[in-house]
């Protein structure tokens, strides 16, 4: 009666979330330093504000007239967005979806067929692996280097280009090793992308939050055959229960004018972003400019704290992140499972192996974006704990 990927598509339970429920189920609170949900760590848009925007949005599209590509104020808001930033990207180029991951889908069935491969960043954020399955597509990856901060290495990257490879994934700022990619970077990755004839997928979700810097580079400004650029309203103004993506075409112009006819067909089969979010994205850019940019500055002293931390712990090194809500640890001589057990059982933080994320043994991933006072009083808890287990007590 079911298909053969049905067999795969179940939520996995592994110890550390076998452990947590244990310990809730006992009574006790576990404090939560992975989630990626900043509305839980008190990053919320304003209510009133919200409240406004929807009410005129809901005005605006009481008559049903969609759009396949979605709203167009909506796209040229975004079309503003880019421009402002220093990069031409026409609003007709601009694909609305209900958020970042379908726009992945959307991404691999434009370009993969059936066993092609889509070529990603490792160590990365689990987001892929279900969507690959479920269009059938292959993922391959390419290595970040931690000696350099976890950047590419781009000789390696050439290397695992195969014949079925179809697509670069590029996240930057990376979750969750925090990296940015420099412009020195994109363009080699670009020039790849040319030689080699593929797409390059740039998902830009963590953009707005930049630890160090000031721009962010892109490789929608390079020489690139095809870019698909995804960004999405989910970390930009911490909505995520909006579900408000998009996906920003850009490259030679020809095979620009051919993705968007196809995902025009794509997204008119569904027309599935709700019309009011739509109808509400100019006034979102516009009126929560302010809130986005307070966010990025406590997301800055997020991580200023954090750093002031962990720096005190013997146990491990952080690798100083420059943009996201992620910092990667690497602990000296101390296998991460036990760590991570011991932590929850211990000091109820709930924290990742490295091995989540696919990283190399002896690593924890920790998302900093808490309220200072947490952090204040989790971080030195943690920090006593690995130390403790690295001195063998
Ligand atoms: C790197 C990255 N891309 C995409 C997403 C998903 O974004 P969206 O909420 O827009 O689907 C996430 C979610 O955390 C992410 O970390």
């Known amino acids: 009666m079911f298909s053969r990927i049905t067999s795969q598509l179940h939520g996995e339970s592994n110890s550390l979330y076998r452990i947590r429920q244990e310990l809730q189920s006992q009574g006790h609170i576990i404090r939560d330093l992975v989630s990626g949900n900043i509305n839980d760590q008190g990053f919320v848009f304003p209510q009133d504000l919200l409240e406004d925007i929807l009410v005129r949005g809901s005005r ?21 967005y880019y421009q402002n930033r220093g990069y031409a990207i ?32 490792c160590p990365t954020y689990p987001l892929f692996d279900y969507i690959a399955l479920l269009s059938g597509v292959k993922l391959t990856s ?63 979700v963590f953009s707005e939050f930049l630890l160090t810097g000031e721009s962010l580079p892109r490789p929608a400004g390079t020489g690139a055959p095809l870019v698909c650029t995804l960004n999405g309203f989910s970390k930009m103004f911490a ?33 599935p972003v709700n019309e009011i979010v739509q109808a509400c994205v100019p006034e979102i850019f516009a009126l929560g400019d302010a809130v986005k940019n307070n966010f990025a500055k406590r997301i800055r002293e997020c991580w200023r704290i954090a750093q002031e931390l962990l720096q005190q712990s013997h146990a491990l090194k952080c690798t100083i992140p420059e ?15 036990r760590a991570v057990e011991t932590i929850l059982r211990e000091n109820h933080i709930l924290i990742h192996p490295g091995y989540f994320y696919d990283m190399a043994a002896g690593h924890l991933v920790m998302c900093f974006v808490q309220q200072p006072e947490i952090l204040q009083n989790l971080l030195p808890d943690l920090i006593g ?8 007590i």
């Open 60 to 80: 605006a599209c009481r008559i049903y007239r969609p759009d396949s590509f979605g709203n167009q104020g909506a796209r040229e808001a975004i079309s503003r």
């Open 385 to 392: 704990t690995l130390d403790r287990l690295a001195e063998g």
């Open 239 to 271: 909505l995520p229960g909006i579900k408000l993506g998009w996906m920003a075409i850009s490259g030679d112009p020809g095979r620009v004018q051919k993705a968007l006819r196809s995902l025009e067909l794509i997204s008119d089969t569904f027309l």
């Open 323 to 337: 943009g996201g809500f992620y910092v990667t640890l690497k602990l000296s001589d101390l296998d991460e499972e």
């Open 90 to 121: 026409d609003p007709g180029n601009i694909l609305l979806t209900p958020g970042t991951s379908l726009s992945y889908l959307y991404c691999f069935k434009l370009l993969a067929d059936e066993g092609d491969e889509i070529l990603c960043p």
């Open 142 to 204: 390419y290595k970040l280097d931690e000696e350099r901060n976890w950047a590419m290495d781009l000789d390696h990257l050439e290397a695992c280009i195969s014949t079925k490879t179809r697509a670069l994934v590029l996240i930057s700022p990376h979750n969750p090793t925090g990296h940015i990619s420099s412009f020195n970077e994109i363009a080699a990755m670009a020039d790849i992308a040319r030689r080699h004839d593929l797409a390059i997928i740039s998902d830009e």
